[in-house]
């Protein structure tokens, strides 16, 4: 399993990946990235940075803001060793790269990830999510009366992950799709020949 602290470095050393981003800016992205639903607070941020900069992973340096006079920020860049970590993080494949907390931001820099780890991410992700289905499909209700919200929490869940699954082959698809290129020996068809010139139609008057 992926803890959160680990995901949340290397969704850091992506977004710096990109470009030096101040903390502001970068606490932006990161929401961007992580989605609605686990808005990222300060107090989880400069930790994380403060940790990678211990490890030297990224550096930092003291900038004028030019929108504000005399306010000076902190501007965040990546070193080469963090540069390193994260190519190397970001084409491992196995149960991290598919779990909870580490799907969705290997997804996010997918663009970056070579067709055969995206696949692989992707296949075992989908896996994960159908033997969970499975699980919640073959489990026994509980015996005595049913809570009607608990049922409600419960069909919910099997829905979302069922939504899940068909995200997921979509896009698997797609890469199969993308790898195999055109069918070979398929050509376009021609386009139809222009129809003959017809001849003018002679004048039945007689001539003088």
Known sequence: MTSKSATLELAVLGLLHESPLHGYELRKRLNLLLGWNRLLSYGSLYPALKRLLRRGMVTEATNLDPAVTRRQRIVYRL????????????????????????????????????????????????????????????????????????????????ESVERELRWLTDLIEAEHSAREGPSVGHTEPSPAPDPPPTSPTPDPRPTA
Do not use: K
């Open 79 to 158: 070193t080469p060793a963090g540069e390193q970590f994260f190519a190397g993080r970001i084409t491992e494949v196995g149960p991290a790269a598919w779990d909870d907390e580490g799907f969705t931001t290997r997804f996010a820099f997918f663009s970056r990830t070579d067709a055969d780890v995206r696949l692989r991410v992707l296949e075992g992700r989908r896996s994960r999510l159908q033997e969970r289905l499975d699980r919640a499909r073959s489990s026994r209700p509980p015996t005595g009366p049913v809570d009607r919200y608990v049922d409600e929490l419960r069909r919910h869940s099997i």
